[in-house]
């Protein structure tokens, strides 16, 4: 029977998890579509979306007040390029600025507030579970006769980095948090968030005005797919949250 504690705990875990496992795939089909307009081709999307996504949402998810600094400075930073080259800049323009201001926010607020280097360390933990389960997935479409939709690929990137985040936390954060000072490692972290708001922004703000019509095309590619991935994160999400919570591994305590 659950008691009302334990029902508790699985209404948070899934209102958590399913918030960061919505960002997480958005995120994720973004980038995926992103990098296959670059070029990248079989297995290298996959690898790199999911890596990218799960670093940057772990940083959101558990070293939070160091990826809100850095996603406060993304945005200022994003805004001010926009007014300054009038809505009109280059992609890696305006992460570069981003990603600068991002890094010295991160500095100014470690110096504020001391710390270890847990932030890096549950992010480094993010993009070694998104390359693992990039990899596994990359291998388990490879052998299908068709590409999965991206509502079921985020679904299934977000529950295997989930469950594996989880299980490795402790371990890998314990074993990463001394490697950099704590003023290095919340200027990376920050740094990272404050560039990949920045290119969000970028995508949805509809700064593609200077790129021609196969560019603008492929943008819009990217845009419709965000939906999608939307969804199936949220439900990866929130299914595995609520897995692992009844398996022990409780939301109370990596937060």
Not at 61 to 86: D, E, H, N, Q, R
Not at 123 to 135: D, I, W
Not at 153 to 159: F, H, I, R, S
């Given at each position: ?14 209102f958590v998890w399913g918030l960061s496992g919505a960002l997480f795939g958005a995120l994720f089909a973004g ?22 996504a799960a670093m940057t949402t772990s940083a959101l998810y558990s070293a939070m007040p160091v990826a809100l ?187």
């Amino acid at each position: 029977m659950i008691t009302r504690d334990k029902f508790t705990a699985i209404v948070m875990t899934l209102f958590v998890w399913g918030l960061s496992g919505a960002l997480f795939g958005a995120l994720f089909a973004g980038l995926f579509q992103t990098f296959v307009v670059a070029g990248f081709s079989d297995w290298q999307p996959l690898v790199l979306a999911a890596a990218t996504a799960a670093m940057t949402t772990s940083a959101l998810y558990s070293a939070m007040p160091v990826a809100l600094v850095g996603a406060t400075a993304g945005v200022l930073a994003s805004i001010g390029v926009l007014i300054v080259t009038g809505r009109d800049p280059e992609l890696n323009g305006i992460a570069a600025v981003a990603g600068v201001a991002g890094l010295l926010a991160g500095s100014f607020y470690a110096w504020m507030v001391s710390g270890g280097g847990r932030p890096l360390a549950e992010t480094l933990t993010g993009l070694v579970s998104g390359l693992a389960a990039g990899g596994v997935l990359a291998l388990v479409f490879g052998v299908l006769p068709s590409s999965a939709d991206m509502f079921v690929l985020a679904a299934g990137v977000v529950a295997l980095v989930g469950a594996l985040f989880q299980i490795s936390e402790r371990w890998l954060v314990a074993k990463g948090s001394g490697l950099v000072p704590g003023v290095v490692a919340d200027a990376l972290v920050a740094g990272l968030v404050a560039a990949v708001v920045a290119a969000s922004i970028w995508l949805m703000s509809g700064s593609t005005a200077s790129l021609d019509a196969a560019n603008k095309y492929a943008i819009d590619q990217v845009l419709q797919q965000v939906p999608n991935g939307l969804l199936g994160g949220l439900l990866g999400g929130a299914v595995t949250g609520v897995l692992l919570e009844l398996f022990g591994f409780h939301l109370e305590e990596h937060t």
